[in-house]
RNA sequence: CGGGGCGUGGCGCAACGGUGGCGCACGUGCUUUGGGAGCACGAGGUUGUGGGUUCGAAUCCCACCGCCCCGACCA
């Protein structure tokens, strides 16, 4: 173990520390072991310096780093948890490793729980196995690629829905192996476009991915909802406030899929939520249900000079028209080069994702450009379907009942008054795409919805069949014939579930870890003991009781040479759950200043008391 | 990939055409010890890289690299 207090070390400026893989998932089990025998060596040494802050391989910061702007980037660099290496590339430093792995553990007992089986897929995939997926083609440069010295294709795993298929494939013959859930700890790399919020959102990750495989669609949803149950104790014991929100089933395919969210303004997620009755959904896929305005008489289409109305706003401002007597149009191109019309009424924006599970667009959407809108008898900002060529039409449902809006003339400073559906134009479909509004009805109770945004920390999906057919994953039934297994997949990203419960237990002065997730039970603090032998000879009695408890005792002692104030900020800064101060002034009014770091309560209690906890004896210090 | 910003000791910053400084951190010694102590001495920098302009470049110009923010993107 390095005992150097300095990193001394600019991001990327050792090679020794370059480009590692966590390879952390192996240790996790073996954790607990390695600990145990550490302590043995060093129990058996006299040395047991691991947890002296002396010897921490640590070092706090007084200032915030100039790159972090979220509570929990800035002290989670500051207190010395994690380092970042690159773009979204974060070494985790001994106390951020300890975070990690009681995430983890809280993770494993949970999916235990349920059955899961704790197993490791390899983070270097042959492209083959991606191929016969067709995810090879499907996935865009977010997966990075390389060829091995043979010039065999090969990818880093973004996710193992492939080598779980393959396995079972294997493996699995007959329904009476079925059901059964695995699940690992596993290093990803997504080349995502933009990282961002320190461990937030991050190319390099561990996340814990499960997969449970069924005979059928009952048994599938029987383990979905097994998830759904474990994850909310899951969140619950990391101290999170992670709400399920109905969430699109995007790439993965599939039929079911809810996202866990914790709410934060710097999250990436926008979430529709109505407090009256618990509704809450990701807006990808929240349903617009603004009731049809009162039927009109059709009038007849007339045409409106409108010069430099290329916006709703101006349109509306224009013609003296509330822009919900609009209709707007927005020009997509899919992946496989279908061109798109999109209808929406003024008042609303279009939702991509519900735009591309109606038309089920190939590859996404991007834009159209301007020549491209020519090119189909249209002109951007004065734009409509009428007299479109070669496009799809797809027009909101909404839009399509509000009677006599106005449109796009398709020229240049011209609109048209009293378009309506489908008396000047017909759609190829009708189809809510539409994006659900702040003070919208709710889908569920119909009082008015909230938008919040939100950080995803977990997620469940219903895959069904897409994997398993496509690797012929198939097993034998009670009735003699094939059929495919029925699998699902559940993700939790731990890097970013740490930051989020520092997001969540932090306040001016440092972290202030939940007791589960804590790196140590208690941080030990010295003051005077220069001065005093009896304060080292108490802190070392408390030290000493505390590690021979075991490793799940251990606790952080700072032993280190440094002014009170020092000892005392970095105490807080770092946040375990207790702070033990032995002092002149605590051993003269009876034994330890104990403090809670959440609350700030302080009390002095005798030695035994104290020591009672940290041997595990008593639940608290206090 | 578009827009914006920034690269100077470990961290935070200054110097903006004329021999690179400050605070914190770090080392040694002394003093100090319940809220980021004091004094003294000291170590540490090819100013991201490459090219150009100039008598002279951290500073001006060009290119590249890297990082951050907004957007696009995103199981």
């Known amino acids: 173990m390095g005992t150097s207090r ?14 590692r893989g966590s390879g952390a998932a192996g240790l996790a089990a073996g954790l607990a072991a390695g600990l145990a025998a550490g302590l043995a060596a060093g129990l058996a040494a006299g040395i047991l310096r691991a947890m002296r802050l002396s010897h921490l391989f640590f070092t706090t910061l007084r200032d915030d780093p100039a790159d972090a702007e979220m509570p929990s980037h800035r002290l989670l660099v500051r207190a010395g948890y994690v380092r970042q290496l690159g773009a979204g590339i974060y070494s985790l430093l001994p106390l951020g490793f300890r975070v990690n792995k009681r995430v983890e553990q809280v993770i494993r007992e949970e999916l235990n729980a349920i059955g899961g089986q ?24 977010e997966m990075a690629r390389f060829k091995d010295r043979a010039d065999r294709d090969m990818v880093l795993a973004m996710t193992h829905e492939e080598v779980v298929a393959d396995l079972l494939r294997d493996i699995v013959k007959s329904y009476r192996q079925l059901p059964m859930i695995v699940y690992h700890f596993q290093t990803k790399f997504r080349d ?100 049809a305005p009162a039927a009109e008489d059709l009038l007849p289409v007339g045409e409106v000079e409108t010069p430099d ?71 951007a900002g004065y734009g409509s379907p009428i007299g479109a060529r070669d496009a799809v039409v797809v027009v909101d449902e909404l839009a399509a009942r509000s009677p006599n809006l106005v449109a796009g003339a398709n020229r240049p400073g011209f609109h048209l008054r009293n378009v309506n559906v489908p008396r000047d134009y017909t759609p ?15 889908p569920n109770c119909g009082g008015p919805v909230i938008l919040r945004n939100g950080i995803e920390v977990g997620n469940i999906f219903k895959l069904g069949t897409k994997y398993t057919k496509a690797l012929g994953a198939e097993y034998l039934g009670e009735d003699g014939e094939r059929h495919p297994i029925v699998m699902g997949s559940y993700g939790i990203g731990l890097g970013r579930n740490v930051a989020c419960i520092v997001e969540a237990h932090h306040d001016d002065k440092g972290i202030a870890w939940p007791a589960e997730v804590a790196p140590y ?15 080292i000879e108490t802190a070392e009695t408390l030290y000493g ?26 105490a807080e800064l770092l946040g375990m759950p207790w702070i033990l101060t032995v002092s002149p002034r605590s051993l003269a009014a009876g034994g330890v200043e104990v403090t809670n770091r959440a609350t700030g309560e302080r009390s002095v209690r005798s030695i035994d008391d104290v020591t009672a906890f940290l041997e595990g004896r008593a639940a608290t210090p206090a």
């Open 118 to 141: 704790e197993m490791e897929m390899p983070v270097v995939h042959p492209a083959d196995l991606w191929r016969e997926t067709g995810r090879y083609d499907a996935i865009g440069p």
């Open 545 to 570: 009781a505390a590690a021979a408890a075991g490793p799940a005792r251990e606790i952080l002692y700072d032993d280190r040479d440094e002014s009170p104030g020092v000892k005392l900020t970095d």
């Open 309 to 379: 109305t290329t916006t709703i706003d101006a349109l509306a401002t224009f013609l003296g028209v509330p822009t919900s007597r609009t209709a707007k149009a927005a020009f997509f191109v899919t992946g496989d080069g279908r061109f798109v019309v999109a209808i929406v009424r003024g008042d609303f924006d279009v939702n991509e994702t519900k735009l591309v599970n109606a038309i089920k667009a190939v590859g996404g959407l991007r834009p159209a450009q301007v020549e491209e809108i020519r090119e189909r008898g249209m002109e």
């Open 428 to 442: 190829d479909m009708t189809a809510d795409i539409a994006n659900v509004r702040e003070g919208d009805p709710c």
């Open 521 to 535: 039970p208690a941080h030990l603090v010295t003051l005077g003991g220069s001065r005093e032998p009896t304060v």
């Open 6 to 19: 300095r990193p001394g070390r600019r991001p990327g400026h050792d090679p020794a520390c370059r480009g």
């Open 192 to 291: 995502e476009p933009r990282s961002r919020g320190g461990l937030i959102r991050v190319r390099e990750f561990v996340m814990k991915d499960s997969y449970t495989c069924d005979r059928d669609e009952a048994g599938l949803d029987a383990a979905y909802w097994a998830h759904h149950r474990a994850y909310t104790r899951i969140f619950e014991r990391l101290g999170l406030k992670a709400i399920p929100v109905s969430s699109d089933v995007g790439m993965m395919g599939g039929s079911l899929a809810h996202e866990f969210m914790v709410l934060n303004p710097a999250g990436e997620d926008e979430l529709v939520i109505c407090e009256a009755c618990g509704y809450a959904a990701n807006r990808q896929v929240a349903p617009t249900t603004v009731p």
